[in-house]
């Protein structure tokens, strides 16, 4: 550095896969090695590990790395169930070595319901004497909690993540600032999933929508390729004896319509007005 300092770096190139297994890109990753270990290995986490990772499957992976990373008992994330207003449910959960089953608890009296609050909080030791009415910590033996709430861009907070040991945690600013960190690209990526779901749930009312309707509706791409079609289109397509090779999803319905332009003036125009469209 200019300062005549020296910090030392680890570099890895890896390639980052879409939801198909498509390579999309590449990451680097640049580890900084004169920094603690723990903190690169939630940087790892958040970059190179979750490349790719439908959200569900990263929870799972992320819960687990956490707790090999602070060497914990259990980690979890929890969202607000969204049927019951004071009540939190599991996304993922890490218990002894192993995901375990997901579960809804009581947010008022819990340590959680304070990380909610507070945006993060430790209790390095005896927990449970601080919160006597949480049963599941007095259940699973727990004497150290950490929390961190999870968020969106706009700090909407989207749910909380938790790390519990069942001796006293041997390095508390360590947990704070893993967990923070893990916190806030987690948020960043619970909510990246929930707008991709709403996505996907507007276009499946969309598509029963369109297939409740009598008329005959497809849609082309640029090219004239067909890229949906409402079940009026397929109906009608059948009860005329269509080549579904034609008129089915993926199919170019301007070639279709060029090869038919013998059939009478109607081909014409219709691929006429086709061609038009299409060109703008």
Known sequence: ????????????????????????????????????????????LLSVESAGMEFSAFAQHATRRIGQILEVDMVQLSVPCP????????????????????????????PCDEALQRRICIYP?????????DAELAAYNVEAYGGSALSDARGRLLG?????????FRNPEMVRAVISLAGVGIGGMLQSHRAKAAIKASERFSRVLLDTVNSHIAVLDGAGKIIFANEA?????????ADPRSTGVGANYLEACEAALSAGP?????????????SG
């Open 1 to 44: 550095h200019s300062d005549g300092t020296i910090s030392w770096h680890h570099w890895e190139l890896s390639p980052w896969r879409d939801e198909c297994g498509t390579i999309g890109g590449v990451i680097l990753f640049i580890e900084n090695v004169s920094t603690p270990k723990a903190i690169n290995e939630v940087l790892r």
């Open 83 to 110: 049927d019951a207003p004071g009540w939190a449910e599991t996304i993922a959960v890490f218990n002894e070595g192993e995901p375990a089953t997901n579960y809804r608890y009581r947010l008022a009296g819990s």
């Open 125 to 133: 030791e005896a927990v449970c004497k601080e919160f006597p009415d």
């Open 160 to 168: 909380v993540l938790s790390v519990m040991s069942r001796t006293p």
């Open 233 to 241: 289109w397929h109906a009608y397509a059948r009860v005329n004896g």
């Open 266 to 278: 109607d081909a014409i125009e219709a691929t006429t007005l086709l061609r038009e469209v299409l």
